[in-house]
């Protein structure tokens, strides 16, 4: 069909011409519709992309103006644009979804966080029971990171000895903890 022949139909269908709308979807559906589906890639996204398409040519024939632009491109341009239109109005709304699903709590529970804290004031209590020094050796290796050898280095001890400082401090808080 020449585009002149579709200029006409576009021209009757803004005088709400149904017949002439009618034509025009038989003359101009199959090429619209490809280029719908080869955006979508989808056959039912792209049925209803051809319907939405078909609405605003409807609403939209009176601007039309053949004089100005050929007829087809003028259709194609409405149908890509829909298409595209419906990709970005679904996607982002299906990724934020997404995002928001796979988004997890770090935090603890209200109970799970009680018990920590029951479990921190133990854990302080049962410090207090070693000597000083004891004490400060066991945070910087447990707390802190520091090595045996960097510790036996800061106290100015033998390693096998802060090794026994260490060991002989965790079975004290061992047992403070159990009781």
């Known amino acids: 069909m020449a585009s002149d022949d579709i200029a006409v139909l576009i021209s009757r269908v803004a005088l709400q011409d149904q017949n002439a709308f009618s034509d025009l979807y038989k003359k101009t559906s199959p090429k619209l519709f490809a280029a719908c589906f080869r955006i979508l890639k989808d056959r039912t996204d792209a049925e209803e992309s ?21 007829a087809m491109p003028w259709l194609m341009a409405i149908a890509r644009n829909q298409s595209i239109d419906m990709i970005r ?18 935090e603890p529970g209200p109970e799970r966080q009680a018990e920590i804290k029951g479990e921190g004031r133990r854990i302080d209590r049962c410090m207090e029971e070693l000597e000083a020094d004891r004490a400060q050796a066991v945070r910087s290796a447990y707390a802190e990171g520091l090595s045996y050898q960097e510790l036996a280095e800061q106290y100015a001890v033998p ?3 802060m090794r026994t400082w260490l060991r002989r401090s965790l079975i004290k808080l061992r047992e403070c903890m159990d009781r």
């Open 50 to 70: 051809l319907q939405e398409t078909y609405v605003k040519i409807w609403q939209r024939s009176d601007r039309f103006a053949a004089s100005d632009n050929p």
């Open 159 to 161: 390693l096998n000895t």
């Open 89 to 106: 109005s679904r996607k982002p709304v299906a990724d934020e979804i997404d995002t928001v699903y796979d988004l997890a709590d770090a």
